[in-house]
């Protein structure tokens, strides 16, 4: 078993760079922190320093165990946190996990709603993508997930399965600006961006252009909505966007427009089985369902 003071002084020789001043922080000898090393060396079949006169240089395998010993500490320095926040009768924040066309736009909307005596525990959220966000449910790393429609799934239980009809986004002086609805026969042949072949929006897309005659011109695509967006606001082409993505590209100085087409952008929230949502989880829950109706 790797020991608990072999990795401080790894950490702090890291930190410092160098045994003496990494002897100083720890308020030890420097032989002591360069047996302390060794002996991580010799545990973890690492060479993790090659000496250079006086200097000690950190290999690529040094720099790679740093990342992790940096994500342990951190990992307690939460719990010590989470400690004296129960202590103190606050029990933690809520933590979200949700694709990033919600946690960059409707989960601003719904945390800055709540209002006060939402701050005492606070919320915290992960972008990721779909898959990302079901494992972090299905472990209970997150309280509630926010995902793009999927398969049942044993480890999560569905809370909510929303579908919001796609948006065509583009400048305010755009051709098509003017029009009440775009049609997909407006898309013809015109410079457009659209999602990357791993997104669920960017395989329909791919799909309802396969079937078009003449279809738009594909100039870009990109993985995140708010690079649909931003390339969409510079002129690089039209795009179909979710309803969310689409409000704050208005908001941004661009048009948006209804697109008729049947497909619909699905939003589904879990949580993980038989959980029990704690006070903040329920108010951040009912919070979404609050804001995703005015986008129904």
């Known amino acids: 078993m790797l020991s608990q003071r072999a990795l401080e002084a790894f950490q702090a020789v890291m930190t410092t760079g160098s045994v003496s001043a990494a002897a100083g922080a720890l308020a030890v000898s420097q032989p002591a922190v360069s047996r302390l090393l060794r002996d991580l060396e010799t545990r973890t079949g690492l060479v993790l320093f090659t000496r250079l006169g006086n200097r000690v240089i950190p290999t690529d395998a040094a720099r790679a165990l740093m990342i992790e010993i940096e994500r342990s500490f951190i990992g307690l320095s939460a719990i010590e946190a989470a400690a004296r926040q129960i202590a103190r009768g606050v029990h933690g924040a809520v933590s979200v996990a949700a694709m990033p066309a919600l946690s960059l736009t409707v989960l601003p909307d719904v945390i800055a709603s709540l209002g006060p005596g939402f701050d005492e525990s606070g919320v915290e959220i992960q972008s990721a993508r779909t898959h990302n966000v079901v494992r972090l449910v299905a472990r209970q790393q997150a309280a509630l997930g926010f995902v793009a429609p999927l398969r049942a799934i044993p480890e999560i239980a569905v809370l909510a399965e929303d579908a919001f009809a796609y948006r065509c986004i583009m400048t305010a002086d755009h051709p098509l600006a003017d029009r009440d609805v775009i049609e ?13 072949a791993a997104t669920a929006t960017g395989r329909r897309l791919e799909r309802l252009f396969a079937r078009m005659p003449q279809p738009p011109r594909i100039r870009a695509r990109a993985h995140l909505s708010s690079v649909i967006s ?38 589904t929230v879990i949580a993980p089985p038989g959980a029990v949502l704690s006070p903040g989880a329920e108010r ?7 804001v995703a109706r005015t986008f129904a």
């Open 184 to 196: 997909l026969a407006d898309l013809a042949d015109r410079p457009f961006v659209t999602f990357s």
């Open 230 to 267: 931003a390339l969409a606001l510079r002129g690089t082409g039209v795009a179909v966007v979710d309803p969310f993505t689409a409000r704050d590209h208005e908001a941004r100085g661009g048009r948006s427009l209804p697109v008729a087409m049947s497909e619909r952008f699905g939003v």
């Open 284 to 290: 951040l829950y009912a919070g979404y369902r609050e």
